[in-house]
Every structure is written in C-alpha cells, then in structure tokens.
Antibody
C-alpha cells in the first residue's frame, strides 16, 4: 500500500536549518506531485510548497520563499524539505503529502515530523 | 494570501446533520472547482474526505458531501456519529502567488 515515511523529530536552535525527508513507496514516484504542509501547535494547516519529482520543478508559498527548499532523489523515491533561518514560529509538525492523480487534493500523507525550535 | 474562513466550531447531536462553511474569494474557492476537505483527529495526519468540491474518495462514508456556491464551499455531514468528532479543514487551489490555501479549521463536536 502507498506509504510516505518521514524522518524523525528534530530540535533546533533559532537561526539554524532543518532538513526533513519523506520516503515514498508502493507507487510510481515520478508521477505524483509532492507537497509539504505544516501545523503549528494548536493551529491550522499551512501549505508550504511542492515539487514535481519528474523534473524537480518547485513552487513555494510566498511566506517561505527564500528560506524553503524542496528537493527529490528519484533513486530512493525521497522528497526532502529544508527550512532555514528558523525561529520559534517555525515550531510545528511538518507533513509531506501526495497530490492525488485527479484534481489537486492530497490523498496520502506522511505521519508528520515535529520540529521544535528553542534556544 | 489569507486563509479561507471557516467557523471555529460546529456541533450537533448523533444522527443530526451539520454543515461547515468555507469562504474565500473569486481567486480561490469561487474561481476553481478545486476545493477539498480534510478530517483530522488529534495527533493524526489529515485525511481527505471530499475532493473537487463534491467528490468522495473511495472508502469515505456517503454521509459526507460537499458543495459550492459562489465563493463559499460547504461540507455536510449527515447522520452525525461520534467518530465524526474531529477538526475539518477546507483547501482550495488559487490563482495567487501561493497556489494552495487552507481554511482556518472547524472543530466538529458530537454532543
């Protein structure tokens, strides 16, 4: 069955960067856009960015442009999300999600990765 | 890009029907039939319940339905059950510089 397995929790200091991975299995990796969505504690969902694994093209939310980088490794069917310039406001659970092959919804989600930013 | 507007909470008794609204603009909800709805239980990842305004993925109960009128989309849960108690988020594709936007989220409580 389709699975998105994310890397483990991270604790970072303000100003640092964090890199989270999302390994896909049981589907043709290059065929589906992959997205990143985050959720701060007690808050709602926030769309961050996407990548087309076929050609590595990306699109990012304006809020994150300049400090967000989404990449992919087709040899391991893995998508990576790197966020730099961390502040306490970046403390959140980060999810990867697959865009369904239909009409711009997200049909499979990773389990989430908690990133805590604290001095 | 501001989040789509949802009521903070909606409640109903078992067996009743409730509706959650999601209001955007002509640049998002009103401009595209790309509205989806997600159910999220505490500590869990979101789960898609409705896609493309009114389509139900395989495996989702037919008690869940979606619709849209102008700049407002709606999720209706009929025959409310205890297991429906969760947070619900709408999401829309947009023509703005940020291509996707989520709603503010609605906590559904089964009384």
């Amino acid at each position: 069955q389709v699975q998105l397995m994310q890397s483990g929790a991270e604790v970072k200091k303000p100003g640092a960067s964090v890199k989270i991975s999302c390994k896909a299995s049981a589907f043709t990796f290059s065929t589906y856009y992959m997205h990143w969505v985050r959720q701060a504690p007690g808050q709602g969902l926030e769309w961050m960015g996407l990548i087309n694994p076929r050609d590595a093209s990306t699109d990012y939310a304006q809020t994150f442009r300049g400090r967000l980088s989404v990449t992919r490794d087709t040899s391991t069917s893995t998508v990576n999300m790197e966020l730099s310039g961390l502040t306490s406001g970046d403390t959140a659970v980060y999810y990867c999600a697959r865009e369904a092959g239909r009409l711009k919804d997200f049909d499979y989600w990773g389990q989430g990765t908690l990133v805590t930013v604290s001095s | 890009q501001s989040a789509l507007t949802q009521p903070a909470s909606v409640s109903g008794s078992p067996g009743q029907s409730i509706t959650v609204s999601c209001t955007g603009t002509s640049s998002d909800v009103g401009g595209y039939n790309y509205v989806s709805w997600y159910q999220q239980h505490p500590g869990k990842a979101p789960k898609v319940m409705i896609y493309a305004v009114s389509n139900r993925p395989s495996g989702v109960s037919n008690r869940f339905s979606g619709s849209k009128s102008g700049n407002t989309a709606s999720l209706t849960i009929s025959g409310l059950q205890a297991e429906d108690e969760a947070d619900y988020y709408c999401c829309s594709y947009t023509s703005n510089s940020t291509p996707y936007v989520f709603g503010t989220g609605t906590k559904v409580t089964v009384l």
